[in-house]
């Protein structure tokens, strides 16, 4: 590629100052951070409308969500006005401070022509610009600087509401119905690893726990007919592959694995009486947090936080269920979940109503 001639340098120069300048007259108005203000401002705005819309599909717990919501609405409220006007006062001396820039643009064309007489003005202006922009920049995150801990205390809020939003769908989509009373706390993509460690094969679909079940459910498409390695046929496949009681669950381990130990993995221990010993999934959601909400699950602890009180005549039910069976006087050792209108004696097949 052939160097520039130093006339053809020097238009070249200017043709990117004058871009520079051109994105200026837009940075200078802090579009950008009046952008995320308002962004922030409509998701502020919409948190109860969000929650309310959980309530009636069904999710029963975090009581404070909409306490929450309504004090993000509070504070909102107060830190906006002072938001509005730090920009407005930061944009109006910032578009000051481009008119010197733009007033020598018709001055640096005029001598366009002639590197010699107008690389002085260049180099100014260029030195200017730069200036500029790192004083947009820097105003930008002084701005951001006001309300960041606000904006990071939403967005937890909003990603949490993002998760039960996913949960109310798959609960919506699947194949097994909750139990009167039961409801949903936490659902995840997750590949069930049947030997511990994921292999091709491996079902893919939602892992569900509730307040007391934990569920696995296949749910993907999987490749039935293949011309030149190339899929074909599909058929798409949804069944519940596994249930267990909460109460039965006896620990959670987590790890981290793949090649850059960065997917998360829950291994799951079940007592005696679970379809399972041990059950190893792939999630695609924090680890740990599931390791935590299965234990406060086992400890009941998400009926201190119900916005929908249990129907005391179900949790009666469940103290009154036999121990031993009416017909052969075998011991029950099933786990009698609320809801459930009856058990199956496992010796003799009786059906106990309860």
Request: charged share 20%; aromatic share 6%.
């Amino acid at each position: 590629m052939a160097t520039p001639s130093p006339a053809q340098q020097f238009a070249n120069d200017i043709s990117s100052l004058q871009s520079k300048v051109g994105d200026l007259q837009g940075s200078v108005r802090l579009t950008k951070a009046r952008d995320a203000v308002e962004d922030l401002q409509t998701t502020v705005n919409g948190l109860a409308q969000r929650i309310a819309t959980l309530r009636t599909r069904g999710y029963a717990f975090e009581k404070d969500m909409e306490n929450q919501a309504q004090t993000f609405v509070q504070s909102w409220a107060l830190l906006y006005p002072n938001l509005q006007t730090q920009i407005n006062l930061q944009s109006s001396a910032l578009v000051n401070s481009l008119r010197p820039i733009e007033m020598q643009i018709p001055q640096l064309t005029a001598v366009a022509s002639n590197p010699a007489a107008g690389r002085g003005l260049l180099g100014s202006m260029q030195s200017a610009v730069k200036m500029l922009d790192d004083k947009v920049s820097a105003t930008e995150k002084t701005i951001e600087g006001m309300y960041d801990q606000f904006n990071n205390q939403v967005y937890q809020f909003t990603k949490r509401l993002n998760e039960i939003e996913y949960l109310v769908t798959q609960l919506a989509e699947a194949t097994f119905q909750l139990l009167p009373t039961e409801g949903g706390i936490a659902a995840t993509k997750a590949v069930w690893c049947k030997t511990g460690k994921e292999q091709k094969g491996d079902p893919e679909g939602v892992l569900f726990m509730t307040d007391q079940r934990i569920l696995f459910e296949q749910k993907e498409e999987i490749v039935t007919k293949k011309v030149l390695f190339i899929a074909t046929e599909k058929q798409k496949v949804q069944k519940l592959q596994l249930e267990c009681p909460v109460p039965l669950v006896d620990k959670v381990d987590t790890s981290k694995q793949g090649l850059l130990k960065n997917e998360d993995h829950v291994e799951i221990h079940f007592a005696s009486g679970a379809p399972v010993e041990t059950a190893h999934f792939h999630i695609w959601q924090d680890n740990a947090t599931w390791q935590q909400l299965i234990n406060r699950a086992k400890s009941k602890d998400f009926d201190k936080g119900r916005a929908v009180a249990i129907d005391q005549a179900a949790v009666d039910k469940v103290k009154a269920a036999p121990s031993q069976c009416p017909n052969c006087g075998g011991n029950i050792t099933q786990v009698v979940m609320r809801g459930m209108d009856s058990i199956k004696c496992e010796y003799c097949g009786f059906v106990i109503r309860l």
